[in-house]
């Protein structure tokens, strides 16, 4: 134990092993959501659901161990919400809604990013890059992806269906899905307003129960079958073929793990009192390096992007202050492979024999467990929205087109591809071209000659 007391500094500044075994706890029990969430996103893509839970779990216990003992901050990682929706309904997803490449494919175009990611952390370049986007897309995506994953919810709950007349429209809130959903999504949220820690998975096991009790939920279905049919299954050769997609999908994975772990470790650090007075991070180095070579863990594992959780905050708020935290929530998501069980009924589609669909609605996957959790994250990812210049157009009409195309295109590619070519037409038309950085120019012309080309 001594080694541990030096290396983590137990003892110094009130930090004792009590406060470090329970912040890693507390940070598992909020961002624990993932375990269940992630095998049932990914799984639409023809991903074995046993597989990915392993990959989840194994991938983001080794990224929480690497920060722990590189960087030693009580920092987690899993599988981002965000980068998991743009796997599965951007680049897996088949055409209009997706780039139509296969999972195999997708996990390697994780891979690289991944890659570059470690290289730009070793290189110390990471700065530079972060520039290139503007702080108005910066603060739209992730709440146009947020917005995207409360409207995938919203479907698998049954409360909002696809309707061929006006494209989407209220469910049947009289069937026992939407309900169920419904009662999910206020108990999740009466957690959160009353500061529960792990409000959203007890909210997850709550209405797994209340369905299992109403026989909304079957429980007669059988364990899934835990394996490793998506570990190392990575397709390059595909890349290779479809370069100028490929290329799209590896930059839009990088942006949006390099905007997740800026955003986390300086929220978290500064939470912690780990930042310096002029606002630098020391170790931020080992924090991105562990960061990206997660990232790579996770695609060799057969998952998509692991990064920086913000939930970790919360193990600060319990106590955290070392990367002891961190390995001990490591700990915590190998454990979880044991409640396999559990996740699977929380997963599965539940099908239509609980839910009277509208005419002329087209029906889409059931999965009441997991839509309230994906709501409520959506409503989460909405807080950046304050920070955009709404009285700028140059600034919120391209967030705008940000949100509205992924939201109502139903696309994460074509909301991001709409903000920047929108973002590098409008500056230059008022006078403003020189707030542009050149490489923006060329990602913009890159969309433009996708959408002429290729689509």
């Not at 216990?61 to 901050?73: D, S, V």
């Not at 494919?105 to 503007?134: C, D, M, N, Q, Y």
């Not at 949006?256 to 470790?265: H, I, Q, Y």
């Not at 024999?353 to 309230?372: E, R, T």
């Amino acid at each position: 134990m001594e080694p541990l007391r030096r290396y983590f500094g137990i003892g110094e500044n009130g930090v004792t092993f009590r406060r470090e075994i329970v912040g890693g706890i507390t940070t598992f029990a909020t961002m624990s959501y993932i375990v269940f969430v992630q095998p049932t996103v990914l799984a639409t893509t023809g991903m074995s659901f046993g597989s990915v839970l392993l990959a989840t779990c194994i991938s983001s216990a080794l990224a929480c161990f690497l920060m722990g003992m590189l960087a030693r901050y009580p920092i987690a990682l899993a599988p981002g919400m965000g980068e998991n929706f743009l796997f599965a309904f951007a680049i897996v997803a088949a055409p209009p809604l997706g780039m139509a490449f296969s999972w195999q494919a997708a996990l390697a175009i994780v891979l690289i990013s991944g890659l570059i990611f470690v290289a730009l952390s070793v290189f110390r370049t990471r700065e530079k890059i972060i520039t290139i986007l503007p702080p108005c897309l910066i603060n739209s995506i992730g709440p146009a992806i947020g917005l995207f994953i409360g409207l995938v919810g919203l479907q698998w709950g049954g409360v909002v269906v696809s309707y061929a007349p006006t494209m989407l429209r209220i469910g049947s809130l009289h069937s026992g899905v939407a309900l169920l959903t419904v009662l999910g999504l206020f108990l999740i949220a009466a957690l959160h307003v009353w500061r529960v820690p792990g409000g959203i998975l007890i909210g997850i096991l709550a209405t797994a129960g209340a369905g299992i009790l109403t026989g909304i939920i079957p429980t007669s279905t059988e364990s899934p079958h835990l394996n490793f049919s998506t570990f190392f299954q990575l397709n390059f050769i595909e890349l290779i073929n479809r370069w100028p997609d490929a290329l799209v999908a590896i930059m839009l994975f990088l942006f949006l793990d390099m905007f997740d772990t800026v955003g986390t470790l300086v929220g978290v650090s500064n939470q912690a009192g780990f930042l310096k007075p002029d606002g630098t991070l020391p170790r931020a180095g080992h924090a991105f390096f562990a960061d990206a070579v997660g990232t790579c863990i996770g695609a060799l594992c057969g998952t998509s992007t692991v990064t920086s959780y913000i939930e970790s905050a919360t193990g600060v708020a319990a106590g955290a202050r070392t990367g002891l935290a961190a390995i001990v929530t490591g700990v915590c998501f190998l454990g979880a492979i044991f409640l396999a069980p559990v996740i699977h009924i929380a997963g599965q589609d539940v099908g239509l024999a609980f839910y009277n669909l509208p005419p002329d609605a087209l029906h889409v996957a059931m999965y009441p467990v997991v839509a309230p959790a994906l709501i409520f994250v959506g409503f989460l990812m909405m807080a950046p929205l304050r920070k955009i210049n709404w009285e700028d157009i140059t600034e919120s009409l391209p967030a705008f087109f940000t949100i509205a195309m992924m939201v109502f295109g139903y696309g994460i590619t074509e909301g991001i591809s709409a903000g920047i070519i929108s973002y590098a037409a409008i500056k230059p038309i008022a006078g403003k071209g020189r707030e542009v950085h050149p490489v923006l120019y060329v990602i913009a012309l890159a969309f433009l000659a996708r959408y002429a080309f290729l689509v």
